[in-house]
Each structure stands twice: as structure tokens, then as C-alpha cells.
């Protein structure tokens, strides 16, 4: 006998009951399925997009919503959309659907997936490569469709998502309320749009895919523009840091405390010590 599982969803319209069972003979649904939405985003040109999108639950166009764009790291490429919300990239997504967070801080999420053989951005160049700037054009889309502040849009990514965060942070540094990056590298083109933006950034002192010294060299750079910045270092870590990052119990106050054009309160200047748990 088959069960069917029946998930839920409180929308604008009510209550979106959804049984898997109906689904018998297709792929069967996941939680994630239901939680974060598929879309396909394609332009004029037929380029295209696979992008996740989370909507809080409750939803209402009667107020503003913050949201956060989330860039997987290089385990996350692909046409499935679902390796940029699943396993290496699921603390980075899921954080912020936890009904402890939604609680406090009821927040869009918009996960992008670049495709197989391509990246965010080139570190060396700083310009966004064609699969970021679809995102950034699915991010118009949402933001046309739901009603977000516009004051409280958010990017984060960890590796070569990372990359992209710092390629966005020089490319358009008036779109964002803050930023998180975690183990990644960029030779900076414009450390003072950079400096406008409160930042975190996360790396392990292990590293062997970025080594800490860079991102060190980096963090003295940031420091000497008089950015707004955080520097989590942590000893004996290798790349995977977010492991750690996302259970710090300050990220989430930290980023919803954030709002475009405000001074940050309770920054770490990059003079202070690297934190080494």
C-alpha cells in the first residue's frame, strides 16, 4: 500500500496542501521540492537559468520581505536543479528556512545553479561571467513578482560562489545590505565599493584550495579602504569552513541586522584578532 506524505504550505492564497502520493509513477517530491520552488529563468537571446526559490511562509505582498542570493560553490553546477541546494550547499540554503530563523527573520532565498564547465566569476578579471549576470537578471524577476526590500538584499556563497559574491560586491555595490563569503580569493579591482558594503568573511587557515595568506593580504587590502568587516579565521580548517560558519550562532542576527545605506553595528575591524576556535 502506498502512504502518501502530505506537506503544506501557507501562501498568499491560503493553504497549499500537497500530497507526494499523487506524484506515483513520477520522480517522487522532496521536502526540498516543496520548500524551495523550480523556475528556469531565460532571457531574450534563449539563455537560460535553473534557479531555487524559497518563499516565506505566510507570505504577503502587503509588506516588504528581505531576501538572500545564495552562490553555490563548484559542487552545485549543473542543469538539475537541485545540487545547489543539496549536500556541500545545503547549510549555506538551509539555514535560512529553519522555522527558527523564518520566525525572526522571515527571508526570501534565491539559489541559482551555474551551469557544468562554467564559473560565477574570473578572480583575476572581477567581471561577472554570463551564468551571473542570468542570476542577477533572475533576481530582477523575483524582485518584479514579490514584494522585497529593496534595502535588505543580501548575497552569500561559499568557493567559487564566493568568487561571484566578490565579482557582485565590485560590479554592483549599490544592491547589497551585506555580504558573507566564505573560503574564497579575488584580486581586487575596487576595494572602496567593496568598503561600502558590511561584509564577512570566513576562511580556514589550512586552506589548501585558497591559501590563507592570500586571503590575509586581501583582508589588509579591505582593511586600508576602511571597509565595514568582519574576519573569521579558523585554526587547522581546510576549505570546507562553512561547516562551521553557518553554525556560528551571530551570522543570522548579524546579516538581518543589515540594511542598505545604514552603518552596521557590532562590526569586527580587520585589525582586530582572527578568530580561531
Not at 244 to 261: N, T, Y
Amino acid at each position: 500500500m502506498t502512504t502518501n506524505r502530505i506537506f503544506w504550505r501557507v501562501t498568499g492564497a491560503g493553504v497549499l496542501f500537497l500530497s507526494l502520493g499523487q506524484f506515483a509513477g513520477a520522480a517522487e517530491l522532496t521536502k526540498d521540492d516543496v520548500d524551495f520552488r523550480k523556475f528556469v529563468y531565460t532571457n531574450k537571446k534563449g539563455e537560460h537559468l535553473p534557479y531555487r526559490l524559497y518563499v516565506p511562509l505566510g507570505y504577503s505582498a502587503d509588506r516588504k520581505y528581505p531576501l538572500v542570493l545564495w552562490l553555490h560553490g563548484g559542487e552545485g553546477r549543473g542543469s538539475d536543479n537541485v545540487r545547489q541546494i543539496n549536500k556541500g550547499n545545503e547549510k549555506g540554503t538551509h539555514i535560512w528556512i529553519s522555522k527558527e530563523v523564518q520566525n525572526n527573520f522571515p527571508v526570501f532565498v534565491l539559489a541559482p545553479q551555474c551551469p557544468v564547465g562554467e564559473n560565477w566569476a574570473d578572480p583575476d578579471l572581477n567581471g561577472p561571467t554570463t551564468a551571473l549576470k542570468l542570476a542577477m537578471d533572475a533576481l530582477a524577476k523575483v524582485q518584479s513578482e514579490f514584494s522585497i526590500d529593496l534595502d535588505r538584499i543580501y548575497v552569500v556563497g561559499q568557493s567559487m560562489g564566493g568568487l561571484g559574491v566578490w565579482s557582485l560586491l565590485q560590479t554592483y555595490p549599490e544592491k547589497w545590505a551585506g555580504a558573507i563569503v566564505l573560503a574564497a580569493y579575488d584580486n581586487f579591482t575596487d576595494t572602496a565599493a567593496i568598503s561600502r558594503i558590511p561584509l564577512w568573511v570566513f576562511q580556514g587557515d589550512a586552506d589548501r584550495t585558497v591559501p590563507v595568506d592570500l586571503v590575509r593580504q586581501m583582508m589588509k587590502q579591505l582593511k586600508k579602504a576602511q571597509a565595514n568587516l568582519r574576519y573569521t579565521e579558523y585554526h587547522k580548517a581546510d576549505h570546507d569552513v562553512w561547516n562551521r560558519a553557518f553554525a556560528e550562532p551571530d551570522l543570522v542576527p548579524w546579516l538581518s541586522s543589515q540594511k542598505r545605506g545604514q552603518p552596521a553595528e557590532g562590526q569586527l575591524g580587520t585589525g582586530a584578532a582572527p578568530k580561531k576556535p
